[in-house]
């Protein structure tokens, strides 16, 4: 069966970083469109970063130029770099595979003033 299973989440100060990782099994991470969500308390779950097959990566404005996803296609990974985290980054993020869709279990970020 499909299993996305994230880590790498936790509190750090605003300004830091945190790399997410997502461990794939079930699915290749090389044949699939893939990407990030995020959903605070009270909130919508909204993409935070996508990765195509081909490689290419949408982002939107509220992360672009601090987020960076990508993949390992030999470790079946997904990652989601982070850098200069804010407050308002704060959420439960979760990888994603678009069809049929899947998720994973979601990871904690806080990021603190």
């Known amino acids: 069966q499909v299993q996305l299973v994230e880590s790498g989440g936790g509190l750090v100060q605003s300004g830091g970083s945190l790399r997410l990782s997502c461990a794939a099994s079930?699915?290749?991470?090389?044949?699939?469109?893939l990407a990030w969500y995020r959903q605070a308390p009270g909130k919508q779950r909204d993409l935070v970063a996508r990765?195509?097959?081909?490689?290419?990566?949408e982002y939107p404005d509220s992360v672009k130029g601090r987020f960076i996803i990508s993949r390992d296609n030999a470790k079946n990974m997904l990652y989601l770099q982070m850098n200069n985290l804010k407050p308002e980054d704060t959420a439960v993020y979760y990888c994603?595979?678009?069809?049929?869709?899947?998720w994973g279990q979601g990871t904690q970020v806080t990021v603190s003033s």
């Open positions: 079930g699915i290749s991470v090389r044949f699939t469109n």
């Open positions: 994603n595979v678009l069809t049929p869709p899947y």
């Open positions: 990765i195509s097959v081909g490689g290419s990566t």
